[in-house]
């Protein structure tokens, strides 16, 4: 039971998707095209030839000869001679037959050749359906009415097509991608001058010189003299002599 209601159910769905409309149609114009078709041409040409042999000649020839044989053919060579006489007979009256005017015949000769005509290989039609004008090419005149193949709401299908025209497919659209350009980089060339290297010079710390003179004088408890002192780097002094 189950499986007859979802058979019934499909054969409903499909019967409503295969809904047909008739469109009316605007205009038909033939779409014409050279055809090329072979065809058999005979002509007469005028041939000249011998003339036909009918025989005659060698048949006279043969009898005359035959008679002349016999004739001159005597006892039991005259069969012989018979013979010969009318075999050469026949041979010189083919000749004098063959011999006359040249005759004119008349030859066929055929060939084939191919012809273009102009035929109508299609129909370019435009009908009307919904308020809206199609094209298409058809194989046949369709007349004043194109039978439509009509796809129910909601199917992301292109417009109705004809039934029996040549469906137009729209190429894809092509996208192009804008070319990135990347920059090459940048090469540094060096000269081969090569500089003379620098060696720095060594550091020696200052030598230090101090000169110090001066004269100094001083007293002592008890009695005793004075003393000077000089020094150089130091001191050398003299003291009281008690």
């Known amino acids: 039971m189950k499986n007859i209601v979802v058979f019934t159910t499909l054969a409903i769905t499909a019967t409503v998707g295969l809904t047909q409309e008739m469109g009316r149609v605007l205009s038909s114009t033939p779409v014409i095209q050279q055809v090329g078709v072979p065809r058999q041409v005979c002509s007469t040409e005028q041939v000249v030839g011998p003339p036909p042999s009918t025989g005659a000649g060698a048949t006279v020839g043969a009898i005359a000869g035959g008679v002349l044989g016999n004739t001159v053919g005597h006892g039991g060579g005259r069969a012989v001679a018979t013979v010969i006489g009318a075999l050469g007979g026949a041979i010189v009256g083919n000749r004098i037959e063959s011999g006359g005017a040249p005759q004119v015949q008349q030859v066929q000769q055929c060939g084939t050749q191919t012809f273009y005509e102009n035929r109508t290989v299609a129909y370019q039609v435009i009908y009307e359906y919904a308020g809206k004008q199609y094209s298409v090419q058809m194989p046949q005149d369709p007349g004043p009415f194109v039978k439509l193949q009509i796809t129910p709401v909601g199917s992301s299908t292109p417009p109705p097509p004809a039934a029996g025209q040549y469906r ?71 003291g009281g002599h008690r």
């Open 168 to 238: 137009q497919i729209a190429p894809a659209p092509q996208v192009y991608v804008e070319p990135t350009y990347v920059e090459s980089p940048q090469v540094v060339y060096t000269s081969g001058y090569y500089a003379r290297p620098y060696y720095a010079q060594p550091y020696y710390a200052p030598i230090g010189l101090s000169l110090n003179f001066g004269f100094g004088r001083g007293y002592g408890g008890g009695r005793g003299y004075y003393g000077g002192g000089y020094g150089y780097g130091g001191g050398h002094g003299g």
